[in-house]
């Protein structure tokens, strides 16, 4: 039996840390053991990577299983699960723009909803509803960036704001999938 080095161990945890933190709907311990999984199979493929080369390799690999525990929990619920990437092009595209408030789903299939640029509407109802549960700042800093255009600069401690902030709204938009889902199965 082939040993795995601590330092492969060590950039599966990073890379499945991340990912965790970017899709809130996985666990970083099942995110590594796929990756870790996936690196076992297929060793010798990976000797001649040098450690960023298969940090990225792994976020690759990690993105994969992310990608099927979201697909697997939308069919089983049948709710969306928002990550902050998706809610920055909402708010970038759409948010703001009132023309997009009138577009209506053409679809009741979320996927198809979700991945349809004609029918951002739910995204933007469900933005409203959890837009509010924001403190000030939280608000604030997504309103300057989004509605005014005063990206800040990356590194700053108004990008940190805007980012935690985009975070929070994530998490409250996905708080409140989590939230219905109970409601309905207590009738």
């Not at 697997?72 to 703001?96: D, F, G, M």
């Not at 805007?162 to 975070?167: G, H, N, S």
């Amino acid at each position: 039996m082939t040993h795995v080095s601590p330092d492969i161990i060590d950039t599966a945890r990073r890379a499945a840390r991340r990912l965790a933190r970017e899709n809130p709907y996985t666990e970083a311990d099942d995110i590594q053991q796929f990756i870790l999984l996936k690196y076992w199979e297929a060793q010798d493929r990976f000797h001649s990577y040098d450690p960023a080369a298969l940090y990225n390799v792994f976020r690759g690999i990690g993105l994969e299983h992310c990608k099927a525990e979201r697909l697997h929990y939308t069919y089983q619920t049948a709710a969306w699960i928002y990550t902050p990437r998706e809610v920055r092009k909402i708010l970038e595209h759409a948010y703001y723009n009132e023309d997009q408030r009138e577009v209506m789903p053409g679809r009741d299939d979320l996927l198809r909803v979700a991945a349809d640029p004609r029918s951002v509407a739910i995204s933007i109802w469900d933005i409203d509803e959890a837009f509010n549960g924001l403190s000030d700042d939280y608000q604030a800093a997504i309103e300057r960036a989004y509605l005014h255009g005063d990206r800040p600069t990356h590194g700053s401690a108004d990008q940190k704001r805007l980012q935690r902030a985009i975070e929070r709204l994530t998490e409250r938009l996905n708080t409140k999938i989590d939230m219905r889902r109970k409601k309905e199965a207590t009738r």
